[in-house]
């Protein structure tokens, strides 16, 4: 079971981060605007943003194998439809379906993850869960790059396997071929999990998705708008930069997108996971604000170097930004949930919602980018970034991270 939800992760994140490598092609064979580019993102992530909180009450009432069958038959037949019928108008609607099937999914197996593997070994299940979702990040542009080399080169001969992918892709448009991937996956996961006997799940409260007098209760607080506002702006500082590395370096530079720009993609997923354990090990000696300031700023002058820099500065400067945004995430979550005192559960389903960032910052920066150029709309990165590096200065906890300067239950005062 500890095995199946780590592949879940795997999967999740196969199709969740492959958009960005595809920019070039999207752009290039569905002739679009950099706006009309960005929508087909916005389309995946809008989904996390309306469906994070139902899912909570759709797995609290019928459990979490059937939702999760009924998630990966979303992102079945959001995959699949984009693979037989690739237009821009379909791509809207499928991959706002696959988006739904994959926020689902989130919802539903930190709490199998924790009943599975035992509470004594969350954590380190947790952080474990975090870098087999890393390297599926790091490896399915890589996957595209194979796809589009082989399909592409008539010259030489096909293998079994591209010849089947080969019968089903159009000519002109190999990397839609990665969609049947995603399709074959998603039936796989459901086969699987359907022959699975799954624990009983009592979740804690923490994790249960709460009333809607407990929404509302919280909404009342400025503090969790605040952070609702942190989560988003990460999240649009995320997508908005691997989004946008493969057509700036195509646009600006001149690499190409089917090797150089995706590779600058897998990278940038691959330093930020590689950031995480970083952060863990210096989340231990200093405060959580204190590390995310740090990270904050190395993430905006990475971005600098990589806006103004030279073409090989851009190359390795947009993977760096990844390695400072690694400990933002789990950091503004935690100082979240250590803010308030009550209602967790249905906190983290608001903080979940902020997803959504990822929807709305490549749109935004797709609109400026059409408007005065790509570079001039990533300024929009300044924005977002400096909202997440505000966080540690105005953050107050309740409960400060543990540190090797404190004695264990012991939390330090709040500055």
Not at 46 to 71: C, D, N, Q, T
Not at 113 to 126: I, K, M, P, Q, T
Not at 243 to 260: K, V
């Amino acid at each position: 079971m500890v095995g199946l939800v780590f592949l879940t992760f795997f999967v999740m994140s196969f199709l969740t981060n492959i958009q960005a490598p595809l920019v070039p092609d999207i752009i290039n064979n569905f002739r679009l605007n950099l706006t009309a580019t960005a929508l087909l993102q916005f389309s995946f992530f809008i989904a996390y943003g309306l469906i994070s909180i139902p899912a909570g009450f759709w797995v609290e009432r019928y459990s979490e194998k059937p939702v999760m069958i009924a998630a990966f038959l979303a992102g079945t037949v959001g995959t699949l439809s984009f693979a037989l019928f690739p237009a821009y108008a379909v791509g809207i609607t499928s991959f706002f379906v696959t988006g739904a099937g994959m926020a689902t999914l989130q919802v539903a197996i930190n709490p199998l993850l924790r009943v599975s593997g035992g509470e004594e070994h969350f954590a380190f299940n947790s952080a474990f869960a975090q870098l087999v979702f890393g390297l599926a990040s790091f490896g399915s542009p890589r996957v595209y790059s194979y796809l589009v080399e082989n399909l592409s080169n008539h010259a030489q001969p096909l293998n079994a396997f591209l010849r089947v992918l080969a019968a089903g892709t159009p000519a002109n448009l190999p990397w839609v071929s990665i969609y049947w991937i995603f399709a074959v996956c998603c039936v796989v996961m459901m086969l699987v999990i359907a022959r699975l006997k799954f624990p009983r799940v009592e979740r804690t409260e923490d994790e249960r998705a709460g009333s809607i007098e407990m929404y509302l209760d919280l909404l009342r607080k400025p503090i969790v708008w605040l952070f609702f506002l942190s989560v988003f702006c990460y999240v649009s500082c995320e997508q908005g930069t691997s989004y946008w590395i493969s057509e700036f370096l195509s646009r600006y530079h001149g690499y190409d997108p089917h090797t150089t720009g995706a590779s600058a993609v897998s990278w940038f997923w691959g330093l930020l996971t590689a950031g995480c354990f970083i952060g863990m090990g210096l989340l231990k000696l200093f405060d959580s604000r204190r590390v995310l300031i740090a990270f904050s700023v190395g993430a905006l002058l990475c971005l600098t170097a990589a806006l103004f820099g030279t073409s090989t500065m851009a190359l390795y400067a947009f993977p760096c930004v990844g390695l400072f945004a690694s400990i933002m995430w789990p950091v503004l979550v935690s100082l979240a949930l250590n803010s308030v005192s009550e209602h967790h559960g249905p906190f983290t389903g608001i903080l979940s919602t902020g997803i959504m960032g990822g929807a709305v910052g490549p749109v935004i920066i797709g609109r400026l980018g059409d408007h005065f150029g790509l570079r001039s709309g990533l300024y929009f990165l300044y924005l977002t970034f400096g909202c997440v590096l505000s966080v540690g200065f105005w953050a107050k906890p309740l409960i400060t991270n543990a540190t090797l300067h404190l004695k264990k239950g012991v939390a330090e005062p709040s500055a």
